[in-house]
C-alpha cells in the first residue's frame, strides 16, 4: 500500500517565482501524477491549460505558452 505524502503542485511566473496551483487543481494534478498519465486539463478562470505531469510543462490551451511546473513533498 502506497504512503500517503503531502506535496504541492506549483507553476512558475514570468518572473521566475513559483506559485502554488488552486487546491482543486492539486489533488487533479497529483491523482493524474500516481495514474502516471501523460497530461490533463485544468480551467483556471479564463484560461484553459494541458499540464503535462510527465515532463513538468503547463502550456495555455489558447495561447500555446509553456511553463514549469514543479511537484514537492512537504
Request: hydrophobic content about 35%; aromatic content about 10%.
Amino acid at each position: 500500500e502506497a504512503k500517503s505524502t503531502a506535496v504541492v503542485w506549483e507553476w512558475m511566473d514570468d518572473s521566475g517565482t513559483w506559485n502554488r496551483f488552486p487546491p482543486v487543481h492539486e489533488l487533479s494534478i497529483e491523482g493524474a501524477y500516481r495514474l502516471q498519465l501523460d497530461c490533463l486539463s485544468i480551467f483556471i478562470s479564463p484560461f484553459s491549460y494541458h499540464v503535462d505531469v510527465q515532463n513538468n510543462i503547463q502550456r495555455n490551451a489558447r495561447t500555446n505558452k509553456k511553463r514549469s511546473i514543479q511537484r514537492t513533498k512537504l
